[in-house]
């Protein structure tokens, strides 16, 4: 386990940062041009061999049936977004992703962002690979929650779900064995998360001032963090084993402040942390059996004490293929999601059952939906979500999304959206 000492000098941490965001795409191109990793050693570093650019422009509505619960908020938002992809292969093995995002939103300041998901170089010489750059890296295998899923920073004001991630500055060698992958991680700089902004919905009854985040390092968002990963597919077996030493993704929001006008707002603080986790897959027939759990070590928890804790996920997903006698799928899905530190937990989810239905109807359109519920097990409050889409032609397609928070109690963490409900409709063009 990495050490949990909070002392790494800053002048280190910003020497390791150059060398991972500067150094080393300019090393890449010297170490490749002079050993020659191209089966003709000959060949120049640069010979393009593949280029492509994709991606897409997007429109969102989003309309809120209930008044709005805090002054300035509105009940419909419009906004415009776009990612493009530029992807560059070269004969040598080598390969540059870039992929920009940027949205702009009628209602929300905040969620009016721009990001590089992706500036990646990446070469591939034999069994090993080394990335550079700004990745997106995934862990996990549950539906309900990615739990263990900790290299990049959550997107929240994009989706309430979790899928969207910040880029992250990274330095990625990974080795294939028989045996299995084994990925090694240096991030050296680290991505705050955004929240709404005073006008945006989904947001809680006291703002979060960004602009004071305080970290539990010296070093604050130069602290280098590090990961290391294990995974292979053994038979019906999918297994990663993982462990992460540095600032957490998620912050405490515990403390108060005041902004510039004087109001009260809520500062996050990040704590440097330690987790070691684990996931499981395990695919049998038409029954796919998931696990992921974690053992965290430094982060604070609702009271703002300093708690080790363990949390897992846990569940099946079962299949009918060519259900009602017909081409689409249906696919059943319950897990269980449990937090030791149940009432002191930072998490929406501590002790709550989720239930699912996704339906892929396999026809021309490419139709397909997910149904879920969240259910408290230890209160009323209840999350039931729908998300689907259809393509209008092969280059557009329309999504829908609606979430609606049900029996709400006061205490709940949820409680400050119980007026959030909203139906969400957007419609993409991809290049």
């Given at each position: 386990m990495f050490s949990n000492d909070k002392g790494v000098p800053v002048v280190m941490a910003k020497y390791v940062s150059l060398f991972c965001g500067v150094l080393t795409p300019l090393l890449l191109l010297i170490v490749g041009h002079s050993v020659g990793f191209a089966d003709n050693p000959g060949q120049s570093f640069l010979a393009l061999e593949f280029q492509e650019i994709r991606g897409y422009v997007s429109t969102e509505a989003r309309l809120f049936p209930e008044q709005q619960a805090f002054p300035g908020q509105s009940r419909h938002e419009i906004s415009m977004a776009a990612e493009p992809e530029y992807y560059i292969e070269w004969e040598n093995y080598t390969s540059l992703t870039v992929t920009p995002f940027a949205r702009v939103d009628s209602a929300d300041s905040r969620r009016t962002h721009v990001d590089m998901r992706e500036f990646l170089l990446r070469i591939v010489p034999g069994n090993w690979t080394l990335a550079a750059?700004?990745?997106?890296?995934?862990?996990?295998?549950?539906?309900?929650?990615?739990?263990?899923?900790?290299?990049?920073?959550?997107?929240?004001?994009?989706?309430?779900?979790?899928?969207?991630?910040?880029?992250?500055?990274?330095?990625?060698?990974?080795?294939?064995?028989?045996?299995?992958?084994?990925?090694?991680?240096?991030?050296?700089?680290?991505?705050?998360?955004?929240f709404p902004s005073r006008s945006g919905r989904l947001r809680g009854s006291v703002l979060v001032d960004a602009s004071q985040a305080r970290f539990s390092s010296g070093a604050g968002r130069w602290h280098p963090d590090f990961a290391v990963r294990y995974s292979n597919s053994v038979g019906g077996w999918d297994i990663g084993v993982s462990h992460f030493y540095g600032t957490n993704r998620e912050p405490t929001l515990n403390s108060l402040g005041l902004s510039a006008d004087g109001t009260v707002v809520l500062v996050p603080e990040y704590e440097l942390v330690n987790q070691s986790s684990i996931?499981?897959?395990?695919?049998?027939?038409?029954?796919?059996?998931?696990?992921?759990?974690?053992?965290?070590?430094?982060?604070?928890?609702?009271?703002?004490?300093?708690?080790?804790?363990?949390?897992?996920?846990?569940?099946?997903?079962?299949?009918?293929?060519?259900?009602?006698?017909?081409?689409?799928?249906?696919?059943?899905?319950?897990?269980?999601?449990?937090?030791?530190?149940?009432?002191?937990?930072?998490?929406?989810?501590?002790?709550?059952?989720?239930?699912?239905?996704?339906?892929?109807?396999?026809?021309e359109p490419d139709t397909q939906a997910l149904v879920g519920v969240f259910q408290d097990l230890r209160e009323s409050t209840r999350q039931f979500f729908v998300e689907a889409s259809r393509r209008i032609n092969d280059s557009m397609r329309a999504s829908v999304e609606l979430q609606i928070f049900s029996s709400i109690e006061s205490g709940d963490i949820l409680s400050d959206l119980r007026d959030d409900d909203f139906l969400g409709v957007e419609i993409a063009y991809y290049y």
């Open positions: 750059g700004l990745g997106k890296v995934f862990w996990g295998v549950t539906e309900s929650k990615h739990l263990i899923d900790i290299v990049n920073q959550t997107d929240i004001i994009e989706s309430l779900n979790g899928e969207d991630k910040f880029g992250q500055p990274m330095v990625n060698l990974s080795f294939t064995y028989d045996w299995g992958f084994v990925d090694m991680f240096v991030m050296p700089y680290f991505r705050e998360r955004l996931d499981l897959q395990y695919t049998i027939g038409a029954w796919l059996w998931k696990l992921e759990s974690l053992f965290r070590q430094g982060q604070k928890n609702a009271l703002g004490t300093e708690q080790n804790f363990y949390s897992f996920i846990g569940g099946f997903e079962y299949n009918v293929f060519g259900a009602f006698k017909t081409n689409s799928d249906l696919g059943l899905l319950i897990e269980y999601m449990r937090d030791s530190r149940l009432n002191k937990s930072t998490d929406l989810l501590q002790h709550d059952v989720f239930t699912g239905i996704r339906w892929t109807l396999n026809d």
